[in-house]
């Protein structure tokens, strides 16, 4: 490899290390996945905690599926009750 492009390979390094270390204040880490946001990664301040879009769909799905969760564990603790009450004498 010639002096010249070993100089121009370089010299790119340098510039990708300088944009990156200039980009970081504009990038976040998901506090449940660990991934990193920045304009291809979509990201949300909660608190003082950051969450991805991928993440935050997620929760909405699980969020929007909460009162058939509450029914199951109340048809749950009714059958409970019931077997109990139809095992004491």
């Known amino acids: ?3 010249d492009e070993m100089i121009k390979h ?3 390094g340098l510039k ?3 944009y990156v270390e200039a980009k970081i204040p504009e990038m976040h880490v998901c506090f449940l996945c660990g991934r990193i946001g920045y ?3 979509p990201m949300k301040k909660i608190g003082e905690k950051w969450i991805c879009v991928d993440c935050l ?3 909405k799905e699980a969020l ?3 009162e058939e969760w509450e029914q199951e ?5 009714e059958l409970r009750k019931d077997i109990r ?3 004491s004498p």
């Open 1 to 3: 490899m010639p002096e």
């Open 39 to 41: 304009k291809n990664l």
């Open 85 to 87: 009450k139809g095992l």
């Open 10 to 12: 370089i010299v790119e």
């Open 57 to 59: 769909r997620e929760l």
């Open 16 to 18: 990708m290390e300088a």
């Open 64 to 66: 929007d599926s909460l």
């Open 73 to 77: 564990i109340a048809l749950q603790n």
